[in-house]
């Protein structure tokens, strides 16, 4: 059984910041890997980055110099600093844990206003 808990959306001015963090609890191998999607309304849910155990990220191309995941294998954590905001990052954020199966967050709402 794994569990994972998302906190810090919010509501941001464009231009703004926030900081995204995901907790897994649960059984957690040791190499698994961690990501964040996102879905807005009306459209399909995307890949926002992904990080490996050993702490390689890659990013889709609309985020790509604007936001940085990272993540603690301590405490099973993974994180998502999104910097400067824009409307169209307006979406509900899914954190995802992947080790033979896939687990799902409940999902974070962060909205930005212009």
């Known amino acids: 059984q794994v569990q994972l808990v998302e906190s810090g959306g919010g509501l941001v001015q464009a231009g703004g910041s926030l900081r995204l963090s995901c907790a897994a609890s649960?059984?957690?191998?040791?190499?698994?890997?961690m990501g964040w999607y996102r879905q807005a309304p009306g459209k399909q849910r995307e890949l926002v980055a992904v990080i490996i155990s050993g702490g390689t990220g890659n990013y889709a191309d609309s985020v790509k110099g604007r936001f940085t995941i990272s993540r603690d294998n301590a405490k099973n954590t993974v994180y998502l600093q999104m910097n400067s905001l824009k409307p169209e990052d307006t979406a509900v954020y899914y954190c995802?844990?992947?080790?033979?199966?896939?687990?799902w967050g409940q999902g974070t709402q962060v909205t930005v206003s212009s």
């Open positions: 995802q844990l992947r080790q033979g199966r896939e687990y």
């Open positions: 649960g059984t957690i191998y040791r190499l698994n890997v």
